[in-house]
């Protein structure tokens, strides 16, 4: 086992903003997990799948292992591997004339993130485990089905298979519509865990979270974020936009010490920057104006709308 | 009665025992001696019936034996359980304990 093991305790920000939308997801996720299931949180970018699942880790109370999913990624990667050796020598001159010398090697066995937190029972963070290759993953089946990992039995003095502690709990998230860099999950590890579908923030959770990152009024995050959600519903836009791009904006405002009512000109141009790269993946000139074009109808809209 | 005329092939000859005819009548037995090996045989059905219920008797004596047997050994048992469970425990708690002071916490915030 290594000396340097950290843990991580997950800790709510002061501004963090727990909505009725946010609590129902929650309460339903610590259902599955007290049926003793593993919870997936699955859905498209800036839908807080990982944000909820650090928020269930901290209403379940244990100390928590955080893993990114990796292409090059291998079940040692996971499990972990034997690293160095161990030494032993015995010098024996008890006798002046006689001299016996006996030396011994062994490999060093190095627990990995996943063995850790089976053998201790802590929460385990698999955050975009689909960007790990599945054949890495395999070794989920058996954690999360038969309740035990099956390490290498060359470990010196180690059992070949490791119960997994009561108290794990496996939390995964994954976004079905990533393209670059991400595998499909086998069918028998996404049917061992609860798959939670996340959907966009409702309006209220959105305005919260806005507000609480950026620190501006109510109703300018309001306004952000429904001139961010209007965009979103056109279905005109090659990604939708997320709340991150509410909080882009409405922090820029704060940094420059303006509001969306206070130099509208400004305030499109921001918008165009921040939203027209953040719901398209190539970038062209022409999607680009398209979006922006867009953009300005609904900002003016939505300004007659408040007047 | 057929004649050894009307007997037309091998076939239709038969042995005397075959045709159940035998040549003196068969021997009966008397009264008396049926008589005498019927007690013969309700008295060795009496002796077994007295050696069932022997049997019986015991089994059920130590039955009886038995039950107070594993009710005291179950109470002792339970006393060891305990102990054993107690012991495991604090065991784990010790674990958990020491392998807390080894762990270096970081705040995940979120």
Same mark, same amino acid.
């Given at each position: 086992m290594t000396d340097d093991r950290v843990i991580l305790e997950p800790t709510p920000l002061e501004n963090f903003v727990e909505t009725p939308y946010i609590k129902e997801i929650t309460t339903r996720a610590m259902s599955y997990i007290e049926a003793g299931y593993s919870v997936h949180f699955r859905g498209p970018a800036g839908t807080g799948k990982t944000t909820i699942a650090k928020h269930v880790a901290n209403k379940l109370a244990r100390p928590v292992v955080l893993l990114h999913g990796d292409e090059e990624f291998s079940t040692s990667n996971l499990i972990g591997s034997e690293s160095g050796y161990k030494t032993t020598k015995v010098r024996d001159n008890f006798i002046s004339s006689v001299l016996k010398e006996e030396q011994e090697f062994q490999k060093h066995w190095v627990?990995?993130?996943?063995?850790?937190?089976? *053998?201790?029972?802590? +929460?385990?963070?698999?955050?975009?485990? +689909? *960007?790990?290759?599945?054949?890495?993953?395999?070794?989920?089946?058996?954690?999360?089905?038969?309740?035990?990992?099956?390490?290498?039995?060359? *470990?010196?003095?180690?059992?070949?298979?490791?119960?997994?502690?009561?108290?794990?709990?496996?939390?995964?998230?994954?976004?079905?519509?990533?393209?670059?860099?991400?595998?499909?999950?086998?069918?028998?590890?996404?049917?061992?865990?609860? +798959?939670?579908?996340?959907?966009?923030?409702?309006?209220?959770?959105?305005? %919260?979270?806005?507000?609480? $990152?950026?620190?501006?009024? $109510?109703?300018?995050?309001?306004?952000?974020?429904?001139?961010?959600?209007?965009?979103?519903?056109?279905?005109?836009?090659?990604?939708?936009?997320?709340?991150?791009?509410?909080?882009?904006?409405? $922090? +820029?405002?704060?940094?420059m010490k303006k509001t969306p009512f206070s130099d509208k000109k400004n305030f499109i141009v921001i918008c165009q920057?921040?939203?027209?790269?953040?719901?398209?993946?190539? %970038?062209?000139?022409?999607?680009?104006?398209?979006?922006?074009?867009?953009?300005?109808?609904?900002i003016e809209e939505t300004y007659k709308a408040v007047a | 009665m057929k004649t050894i005329q009307s007997i037309k092939s091998s076939s239709q000859l038969k042995s005397a025992a075959f045709s159940k005819q035998r040549s003196i009548p068969v021997a009966q037995r008397s009264a008396q001696t049926e008589l005498y090996m019927l007690r013969k045989e309700k008295q060795r059905y009496l002796k077994e019936i007295e050696s069932i219920k022997k049997r019986y008797d015991h089994i059920k004596e130590r039955l009886g034996l038995i039950d107070e047997e594993m009710l005291e050994l179950s109470e002792i048992w339970r006393g060891e359980v305990d102990v054993i469970e107690k012991e495991a425990s604090e065991t784990m708690l010790d674990l958990d304990t020491k392998d807390k002071r080894k762990w270096k916490k970081r705040k995940l915030k979120y």
């Open positions: 627990d990995n993130r996943l063995t850790v937190a089976c *053998r201790f029972g802590f +929460t385990l963070i698999y955050d975009e485990f +689909t *960007r790990s290759r599945p054949e890495a993953n395999n070794i989920l089946l058996s954690v999360l089905e038969e309740g035990i990992i099956n390490l290498p039995i060359s *470990r010196a003095g180690e059992e070949p298979y490791l119960e997994v502690h009561p108290n794990f709990t496996g939390l995964f998230t994954s976004n079905p519509e990533e393209y670059a860099g991400v595998h499909r999950s086998q069918d028998a590890l996404r049917d061992r865990m609860i +798959t939670m579908d996340l959907d966009y923030f409702d309006f209220e959770t959105e305005v %919260g979270i806005t507000r609480a $990152k950026s620190g501006l009024k $109510k109703n300018e995050a309001a306004f952000i974020v429904a001139i961010v959600r209007k965009l979103r519903d056109s279905g005109k836009c090659e990604f939708s936009p997320t709340v991150r791009g509410c909080i882009m904006i409405a $922090k +820029t405002l704060k940094i920057d921040i939203l027209a790269s953040e719901t398209s993946r190539v %970038g062209s000139r022409t999607n680009q104006n398209r979006v922006k074009k867009l953009l300005q109808e609904i | -």
